[in-house]
């Protein structure tokens, strides 16, 4: 299912039989951003640096697809393909991303993309082709229901902001205020990590490298900032947040113990709003949640509705969906075993690991 062009302000029509599909190469860069810059139905995980980070990250391949008509670019679509002996063998739009799926100004351009996507999958003989999207696309196709998204508009002014959070949650940055927190921007990743490699440890799940998070920093810039919520001098949460447009995107965030006796985390998620708010961001994307998880209750907490996502799969190799994901219990026993670890083994084996789990 395609949105109709008075819906996503498409282009005029295109014929299909006039439209190229190929792969991105170096110099196609910024238009490919240009592109995914005009088209309101973009997300942060369009952008053309995506390939780059997999690559030079993790050592993924990829291959970013842009449909082509008379010198124009109509259509693209990032994928990404991670292959596991443990997790399996996916192409996917994109992996360790909230949103992807196939961006389009037009019918003819979507299902060229489409086709082009399906026809890699099967010449690479993955077991799946994953797309995730906002909105559906192939109503036919297998779709995880698992995971929804929290996004909400923010008001002009400051005070609306914290006048629409709930009263318990506002009491909660209210604490954290009192308790005489600060926040700032850091310059790097010294902070950040060591608080994140603890946190997801103590989670039971593997730690990404910090080499993932440098490259995300010198690939996207300004548009990918770390936040830390001090208490006295002495860090208690930060987060890695995204940038595009006018929405800012919280996702990488962690906290020490100390965070949840001073409401830590509640402030640095204030904080990081309240300066959107200053920088003229409209749009606060609290990311996405596993149904009736933590996080999920965290985020209804502050007032956000929960939006499905739409995950699809065209299934190659595979006769199911995957599963990997914490939930599954077939996982139950390696996450207790993982909590266990001591922090220098499971930082040292951890990137291993989540280099696969996309």
Not at 305 to 331: F, G, I, S, T
Request: charge should be positive; aromatic fraction near 14%.
């Amino acid at each position: 299912m395609y949105p109709s062009p008075e819906e996503q302000g498409a282009s005029p029509q295109v014929d299909a039989s006039s439209l190229q599909v190929r792969s991105l190469t170096a110099v196609d860069h910024a238009r490919w951003d240009a592109f995914v810059e005009q088209r309101p139905e973009a997300t942060f995980f369009h952008r053309a640096g995506w390939a780059t980070v997999m690559q030079r990250a993790f050592g993924h391949a990829v291959h970013f697809l842009l449909a082509e008509a008379d010198g124009a670019i109509r259509g693209v679509l990032p994928l990404v393909h991670v292959r596991s002996r443990l997790f399996g063998d996916s192409l996917a739009s994109i992996p360790f991303g909230v949103y992807g799926g196939i961006l389009a100004d037009s019918p003819a351009a979507f299902a060229a993309l489409d086709r082009a996507a399906c026809a890699l999958a099967e010449e690479l003989r993955v077991d799946y082709l994953e797309y995730r999207n906002l909105e559906p696309r192939h109503p036919e196709w297998p779709t995880k229901d698992l995971y929804v998204t929290f996004r909400k508009a923010l008001a002009p002014e400051v005070e609306a902001n914290m006048n629409a959070i709930p009263r318990k949650q506002r009491r909660m940055v209210r604490k954290g205020i009192k308790a005489g927190l600060t926040s700032t921007f850091d310059p790097d990743l010294e902070r950040f990590y060591p608080i994140f490699a603890a946190n997801v440890r103590r989670l039971g799940t593997p730690v990404f490298s910090r080499r993932y998070f440098e490259t995300l920093r010198e690939v996207f810039g300004d548009d990918c900032r770390v936040l830390t919520a001090m208490h006295g001098d002495q860090p208690v949460a930060s987060v890695v947040t995204f940038y595009f447009r006018d929405e800012v995107l919280p996702y990488y965030g962690a906290g020490t113990p100390e965070a949840r006796q001073v409401a830590g985390y509640d402030f640095l998620y204030w904080e990081l709003m309240r300066r959107a708010c200053e920088d003229g961001c409209r749009v606060f994307d609290f990311g996405r949640s596993k149904l009736d998880t933590g996080s999920y209750s965290f985020k209804k907490n502050w007032g956000f509705e929960p939006q499905p996502l739409y995950y699809e799969y065209h299934l190659v190799r595979a006769d199911a969906m995957p599963n990997v994901n914490p939930l599954n219990p077939k996982y139950r026993y390696f996450i207790a075993a993982w909590k266990r670890l001591p922090l220098p083994v499971a930082n040292w084996l951890g990137p291993r690991l989540s280099r696969s789990l996309g």
